[in-house]
């Protein structure tokens, strides 16, 4: 008896790549003009038809707000101990990357993020004086394997950074906005430091420079490092 021929298999589906997300962090001082460059790259990368998505930190969730009042306006804050602070901000970065930042880079979207692990490791690391293991490792269970592809720094002498957090229109400085100099200048170095030691992720700029002209600068840098 003839066997029954085997059903025809079904054509290959051609596959298309799967379009990569892209994370682009942004550290630096108070009063370094994170927000105002994330606004100028996301609307260079919207122009070139990308999807984009900025977020901050601490917050950008509804849970990760409630933690960020806790970090920065509780009446009670300056009782808060380092470790608690760490963790909190861990805590808030945890619903972030689960919430927002992994779900779209899943689907293609670049996501620009106002502060990431590198303000645990600098802030409460280095300004704070925790131990760098326990703080690497809390920033590692908090984001798994989400780390940035680029990470820009807008780096600003401590002095124009203080002058700027008192020049802000909105009310009162916040808890971290009361640290004295030497709390900044230990941000400052930290990050120049952290650069220095990881060169094909960060990318720091002088950002005293004219808005304009530091815009033009990370746009380029974008360009180049992800190709977009
Ligand atoms: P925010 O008002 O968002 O300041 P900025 O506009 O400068 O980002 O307050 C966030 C503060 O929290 C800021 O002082 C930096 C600090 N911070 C840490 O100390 N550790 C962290 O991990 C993060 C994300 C922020």
Redesign the pocket.
């Known amino acids: 008896m003839k066997k029954p021929k085997k059903p025809a298999r079904p054509a290959a589906r051609a596959r298309t790549p799967a379009p990569r997300g892209v994370l682009i962090s942004f550290e630096g001082?108070?009063?370094?003009g994170?927000?105002t460059q994330i606004a100028h790259l996301a609307e260079h990368l919207q122009l070139v038809g990308r999807a984009v998505v900025s977020t901050?930190?601490?917050g950008g969730t509804e849970i990760g707000e409630q933690v960020r009042n806790i970090?920065?306006h509780n009446s009670r804050g300056d009782e808060m101990c380092a470790e608690t602070?760490l963790l909190l901000?861990a805590a808030s970065?945890a619903q972030l990357v689960r919430e927002i930042i992994a779900p779209n880079l899943l689907k293609g979207v670049i996501v620009l993020c106002?502060?990431?692990i590198d303000?645990?490791t600098v802030?409460?690391g280095v300004a704070r004086n925790l131990s760098r293991d326990p703080v690497q490792q809390i920033n590692q269970f908090a984001v798994g394997n989400v780390l940035p592809d680029l990470t820009i720094v807008l780096d600003v002498p401590t002095g124009v950074s203080l002058s700027r957090i008192n020049q802000r229109a909105s009310d009162l400085p916040?808890r971290?906005?009361r640290e004295n100099i030497d709390f900044y200048k230990k941000v400052r170095d930290g990050y120049l430091v952290l650069a220095r030691s990881l060169p094909r992720r960060f990318f720091v700029v002088d950002g005293t420079l004219p808005e304009d002209k530091i815009c033009r600068l990370i746009w380029a840098e974008v360009k180049k490092r992800l190709g977009v």
């Open positions: 001082s108070e009063g370094s994170k927000s901050r930190e601490p970090i920065v602070e901000f970065r106002d502060r990431y303000s645990s802030y409460q916040n971290m906005e």
